[in-house]
Structure formats: C-alpha cells, structure tokens
C-alpha cells in the first residue's frame, strides 16, 4: 500500500495512506495537487521569492465544501495547515513545509449588490478582482494600493487603503465573515451573529479559521484627483516638511503616501503619492502649494479613474523578487527622522529597496480603538522599510539594510507594528505579535482563539496562541 508522510503540528510526520489522499480527492470539486503534478509547483509559489516550501499536498478550493473537506482532513490528524488567499504574505505563510496547503486561488468570485451598496467576495479574490467588479457600479471601499494582493489577508490584518480617511480600514467595512473553523464548520460572524469572533476577524489575521467570504459595505467613489510628485534626493528633506505639514492639516477625503524609490528615468527619488476622494477641483485646488514646492521633477497628477489609481504601482511591485521587510508605526516625523531616511537611502544596497511613510488619520483613526482587533489606528504614520533585491548573493546586505534602517529609526515609533507587514520575526517572535496587538488585546484574541482554535491548527500565521 504506498503512503504519503506529512509533518503535523507536533513536529512528527503522519504516514497517510494513498486511500485517504484518494478519499479526500474525490471529496473535492476542485483539485489536490501532490508533487510531481502538473500546476504544483505554479500553485506553491508566492509573492515573495525568498520563499521556497513544498507542502505535502496542495487544496485547491472551489468552494466552501472544499474548505470544510480540507480542515476536517487536516484537522483530524493534526497535519500542519497554511491557508492562501493572494500569497502576498512577506512572511510566506500562505505555504507550509511538508504539510496542507490550502489554496483558494480559485474562489475569486465577487458578488456586488448596487442598491444594497454591499459586496461580497470569496476568500481567494484579489483586490484587482474587487476593484474591476465594484467599479463597474461606481462603487469602491478601503483597499490594498497594489492589485494582486488578496483581500482576504489584507483584510484581515486591518487594511491600509488611499480611501481609509474617508471610510475606515478595509476591515472597518466588513459586514460580515463566513467562516471555517477548526472543527470544520462554518460559521458566520457580524455584529449579531458571533460578535466577538467579528471582532477577533477584525485585524486578528487568520486566526480563526477559513474565511470563505468576506462582505463589504460600498461607498461611491468617481474619478479621483491622483497621482505623484518627484523629488530628487537633494530635496527630499524639505519636500518632506511641506508634505508632512500638510498631511497634518488635510481633510479626511486626502490619501497620501511619502516613499523613497529609485525611478527607472530619475533614478533614487522621494516620491509624494496623493489620492483626493472628492471633486477634482476641490483636489486640485488642494493640492496646488505642495505641487509649487520645487519644482517636481515629475507632476503627473490627474483625474484618474479610482481602478486604474489601484492598479498605478503594480509594475514597481513585482513576484519573484527576494524581499525582506521591517516596519513600526511612528509617534511623530520630525526633521532629524527625515534626514535619517534620506540618508539610509542613499545606502540602499539594491535600487528595489524603498521606504514608504503612511499617513493614517480621518475616519481610520476616529473609529474607537476598542471596536476592532486592529490596534494602531491613533498612531500618525507608519513607516515601511522594503529590502528588495535579485539573487540570493544580495540576501545579507539587504536584510541587515533593512534591520539597520528600522534600528536607526526606532526612536522616533510606537510600540506598535502592522501585523501585515511582519515577516517571520524569527529573532523577535512572540514579541512582534505582541507589539501588533498590545497585551489586553493579546489576551482577549487568545480567549478567542481558544474557542474556535483550541489546538491551533491554524498557526501559519502571526501566530496567537490558544489562551489555556
Ligand atoms: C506588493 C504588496 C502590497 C501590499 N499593499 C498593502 C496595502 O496597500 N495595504 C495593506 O494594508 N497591506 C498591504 N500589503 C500587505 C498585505 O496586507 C499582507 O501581505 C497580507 O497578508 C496579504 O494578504 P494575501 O491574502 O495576499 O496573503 P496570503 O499570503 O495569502 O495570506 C496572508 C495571511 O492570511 C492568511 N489568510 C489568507 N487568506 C485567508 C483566508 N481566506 N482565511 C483565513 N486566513 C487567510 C494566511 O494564512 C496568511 O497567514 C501589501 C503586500 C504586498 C506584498
């Protein structure tokens, strides 16, 4: 009888069966990919090319039978799970080594209900597919700034989007969950129906099992006034200032994005990116003192239909690459900060590397702390350092880039950290997951976890451990 062996969450391998991985095959609509098929290695590959784990079997879902045929199996003996929604995650937890992966790439559907203003998308879709059929009606809500990443782990992790001022987070408009948990059943979380799992699903990541749908609450969203301003370094401080100072003073409808990249034409550049959710030439008028400042060396800002602002940056962020990423939310930027980033760019070991300063604020830091597992909501601005770079020669001196970049500006953040921008923290561990949450949080997520996932089969993720 020939066998398949899988590692399980105790660290030891469980010899399956062919029956089995047989019996679970014919239980599926979609398809179970073992190594040596066709579309395995297609289907174990994710965003960030640093990472290259073969899971013992790959889940490709068509739908939610398939998600519960899946954790029921995986469940039943322990296996190691990793769940994938858009495989942006940098850490690479949406595959696992010698164990399940759970791959609902193909549950991409998204269902938009125009008078209701709502819409309701499977736990595989992107934020390219969300955008493509909400706009379609005019209608858009908080999402992910590049197309391919998946709106479930964005989501779930909170969801930091050009619209947050105007509408919240991306996890600030979720309706309700639909919901595999451990145990294999599905659930529904809202604010009626198991409010403290909607609560948990609400920044707490993926936790609590399987989401299988996700629905949003839509806004209208028209041509926006968008684009971006170029700065060459020289400049950058100053440029910085003017921006910061009007980010502190800008209306909720403002999306704005400071960022130092390396151009293809203009080479290392700080790059002001700005998003005006409301008539254009309220946005132009805006804009118009930080568009004087220079001047730039590019200005391309426009009216720009709200889809094609989500799909702008997608080219400077492609798969494949080998990306180490560290961040921290920041108390404040002043001058001495900008001058560090300015700085640690120039000394940026490969032209992929960037740093992003996001402004949070408007109605994503108005909505009360308590109302969601998300936690760093009042927190002015997050800082993003992105190692980036080609070949595995470079991984060194990037990722101690990266480390030195984030250490150098540690006395100007918060405690706290996006639990989306964590990679596998394998130095600071627990104590990343901590600083994402706070420990009050920590300890009302793990009281969650120990309902719906006593034995953590869900741990491929930054992980909240069962409280006891
Ligand atoms: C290029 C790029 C751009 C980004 N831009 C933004 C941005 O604009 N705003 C922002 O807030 N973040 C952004 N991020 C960070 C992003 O939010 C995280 O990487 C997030 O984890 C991606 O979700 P995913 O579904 O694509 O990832 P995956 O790697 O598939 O999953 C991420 C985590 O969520 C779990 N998970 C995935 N799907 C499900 C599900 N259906 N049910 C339960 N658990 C699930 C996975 O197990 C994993 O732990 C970006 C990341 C990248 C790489």
Sequence with gaps: MSTLTIATNGHSIATIPSESIDALGAELRGRLLLPGDADYDEARRVWNGMIDRRPAMIVRCAGVSDVMAAVRFAGAQDLVVAVKGGGHNIAGNAVCQDGVMIDLSPMRSVYVDPQARTARAEGGATWGDFDAATQAFGLATTGGLISTTGVAGLTLGGGIGWLMGSYGLACDNVLSFDVVTASGAPVKASAEQNPELFWGLKGGGG??????????????????????????????????????????????????????????????????????????????????????????????????????????????????????????????????????????????????????????????????????????????????????????????????????????????????????????????????????????????????????????????NQNVRPSA
């Excluded at 100072?245 to 002001?272: K, W």
């Excluded at 962020?317 to 900008?338: E, I, Q, T, V």
């Excluded at 949080?441 to 009281?447: F, I, S």
């Design 207 to 460: 936790n609590f099992g399987v989401v299988t749908s996700f629905e949003f609450r839509l806004f209208p969203v028209a041509p926006l006034f968008a684009g971006m301003l170029l700065h060459p370094l020289e400049r950058a401080v100053d440029a910085l200032e003017r921006f910061h100072a009007f980010v502190q003073e800008a209306p909720d409808e403002v999306g704005a994005l400071a960022g130092f990249v390396t151009a293809p034409d203009a080479g290392p550049v700080l790059a002001l990116i700005l998003v005006y959710n409301g008539p254009v030439e309220d946005g132009e008028r805006l804009f118009a003192p930080l568009r004087a400042f220079g001047p730039p060396i590019l200005d391309n800002l426009a009216a720009t239909p709200y889809r094609v602002i989500q799909t702008m940056f997608d080219a400077g962020a492609p798969a494949g690459l080998r990306n180490y990423w560290k961040s921290s939310f920041l108390k404040a930027l002043p001058r001495d900060a900008m001058k560090i980033l300015v700085e640690r760019f120039r000394q940026a070991p490969s032209p992929r590397c960037k740093m992003f300063v996001e402004c949070i604020g408007g109605e994503a830091g108005r909505i009360a702390r308590e109302d969601t597992a998300f936690d760093h909501r009042h927190s002015p601005f997050n800082l993003l350092i992105l190692g980036g770079w080609e070949t595995e020669s470079g991984d060194a001196q990037n990722i101690a880039w990266t480390r030195e970049t984030w250490k150098v500006m540690q006395p100007f953040a918060c405690e706290g950290v996006y639990v989306n921008y964590l990679n596998e923290e394998t130095d600071e561990g627990s104590a990343r997951v901590e600083a994402a949450y706070g420990p009050q949080k920590l300890a009302r997520l793990a009281a969650l976890k120990a309902r719906y996932d006593p034995g953590n089969l869900f741990r491929m």
